[in-house]
């Protein structure tokens, strides 16, 4: 199975901060990479898919790039809402396999 | 709008089994394949198993392979998770996640499953 990686584990910041996670996949996988926003106590929010595709909904100071093994989630300007666990997620082979998690709380 | 709401969550004790629903509604669930995710408390995310849009193709995560079985009834909207065996390490939220291109586009709240004696 394909393996996720993600750095760092966790960060703090403070608000209006341009924040960078970092995602790697054990082999290459194209632009089969999405990333979810979490909050404690509820599901998981899709973002981004296809690496780069912004969801429907989705504020724009929100993107993402990379293809083949590296990726990155960029958060422009970081707002209050911003807080919580980001995960990358492969889609490009069974199984499916979740990042570890970043966690970015209040500096 | 897209709703998926999770059901049939509990306490059972090892070895016991548990039957989870994913009721949908907002989009034509008979055209999308779905998924079940879980988390365990305070721990990320793992895929457990998915069912194409007609059910014919079926897979699972190695964990959870010959105990659990993914199903749906598309005349009802709903996705099921039928979980025997249960062990403690199968204590988790359980989520369906609805697939859009092979990413999730939408999830369900979650319904919690806890396995103890």
């Known amino acids: 199975a394909i393996r996720m990686t993600q750095s760092p584990s966790s960060l703090s910041a403070s608000t209006g901060d341009r924040v960078t996670i970092t995602c790697r996949a054990s082999?290459?996988?194209?632009?089969?990479l999405a990333w979810y926003q979490q909050k404690p106590g509820k599901a998981p929010k899709l973002l981004i898919y296809a690496a780069s595709t912004l969801q429907s909904g989705v504020p724009s100071r929100f993107s993402g790039s990379g293809s083949g093994t590296d990726f990155t989630l960029t958060i422009s300007c970081l707002q209050s809402e911003d807080f919580a666990t980001y995960y990358c997620q492969q889609y490009y082979s069974y199984p499916p396999v979740f990042g570890p998690g970043t966690k970015v709380d209040i500096k | 709008q897209v709703q998926l709401v999770e059901s049939g969550g509990g306490v059972v004790q090892p070895g016991g089994s548990l039957r989870l629903s994913c009721a949908a509604s907002g989009f034509t669930f008979s055209s999308y394949g779905m998924h079940w995710v879980r988390q365990a408390p305070g721990k990320g995310l793992e895929w457990v198993a998915f069912?194409?849009?007609?059910?014919?193709?079926?897979y699972y995560a190695d964990s959870v392979k010959g105990r659990f079985t993914i199903s749906r009834d598309n005349s009802k909207n709903t996705l099921y998770l039928q979980m025997n065996s249960l062990r403690a390490e199968d204590t988790a939220v359980y989520y369906c996640?609805?697939?859009?291109?092979?990413?999730?586009?939408?999830w369900g709240q979650g319904t919690l499953v806890t396995v103890s004696s």
């Open positions: 069912i194409r849009y007609d059910g014919s193709n079926k």
């Open positions: 082999q290459g996988i194209s632009s089969y």
């Open positions: 996640a609805k697939v859009a291109m092979g990413h999730f586009d939408y």
